[in-house]
T-cell receptor, first 117, second 115 residues
Framework: KQEVTQIPAALSVPEGENLVLNCSFT??????LQWFRQDPGKGLTSLLL?????REQTSGRLNASLDKSSGRSTLYIAASQPGDSATYLC????????????????FGKGTKLTVNP | EPEVTQTPSHQVTQMGQEVILRCVPI?????FYWYRQILGQKVEFLVS????????KSEIFDDQFSVERPDGSNFTLKIRSTKLEDSAMYFC?????????????FGPGTRLTVL
């Protein structure tokens, strides 16, 4: 059974700092991994998706990496801004060998990021 | 940019009542999902739906839950007899098919409060 863990649960940094958010998963047979942003009381905004065959993906100031062998993914945020303050969730979609992959995303609990001006 | 929409944004109901949560997925998407998030907890998968049938469901998705695509645009989640523990934020999601269309896009959620 896939389990996803995110450490730390909360992180507070000054504006302008580069930072890394961590995500670990127990089953390395993943189909893909998706990073989301969640603002308080709001929905989930997809940030990046990394396929199992990829090592990293970039979008603007965000870079996500994937290391299946160690069961880890990181989200790197460059030059953080107060507008980046939110909870960041990672979610793994597990590959089922007899099918094209399980449909469900298994989520971590998230890292709550605060960027102070 | 296309987006998933959900109605209502907040639903308050009495225990034992039936509720229907509505979603309009992105128009050319063919896979649909419901997830829920109890306050302070992880987002949990409930069910996936493709080609007019459930393709996968979790242990949470028992006989009290059902999903339907009543027409070409809506996707609904019905809870037959709500319980206090059904209080949560319910998210609908959808994705396309083929190529790199593996990304699931989420709606803003419906906050369900069961009294």
């Amino acid at each position: 059974k896939q389990e996803v863990t995110q450490i730390p649960a909360a992180l507070s940094v000054p504006e302008g700092e580069n930072l890394v958010l961590n995500c670990s998963f127990t089953d390395s047979a993943i189909y893909n991994l998706q990073w989301f942003r969640q603002d308080p009381g709001k929905g989930l905004t997809s940030l990046l998706l990394i396929q199992s065959s990829q090592r990293e993906q970039t979008s603007g100031r965000l870079n996500a990496s994937l290391d299946k062998s160690s069961g880890r993914s990181t989200l790197y945020i460059a030059a953080s801004q107060p507008g980046d303050s939110a909870t960041y969730l990672c979610a793994a979609r597990t590959r089922v060998l007899t099918q094209g992959g399980s449909e469900k995303l298994v989520f971590g609990k998230g890292t709550k990021l605060t960027v102070n001006p | 940019e296309p987006e998933v929409t959900q109605t209502p944004s907040h639903q308050v109901t009495q225990m034992g009542q039936e509720v229907i949560l509505r979603c309009v997925p992105i128009s050319n998407h063919l896979y649909f999902y419901w997830y829920r998030q109890i306050l302070g907890q992880k987002v949990e998968f409930l069910v996936s739906f493709y080609n007019n049938e459930i393709s996968e469901k979790s242990e949470i998705f028992d006989d009290q839950f059902s999903v339907e695509r009543p027409d070409g645009s809506n996707f609904t989640l019905k809870i037959r007899s709500t319980k206090l523990e059904d209080s949560a934020m319910y998210f609908c999601a959808s994705r396309g098919t083929g190529g790199n269309y593996n990304e699931q896009f989420f709606g803003p959620g419906t906050r369900l409060t069961v009294l």
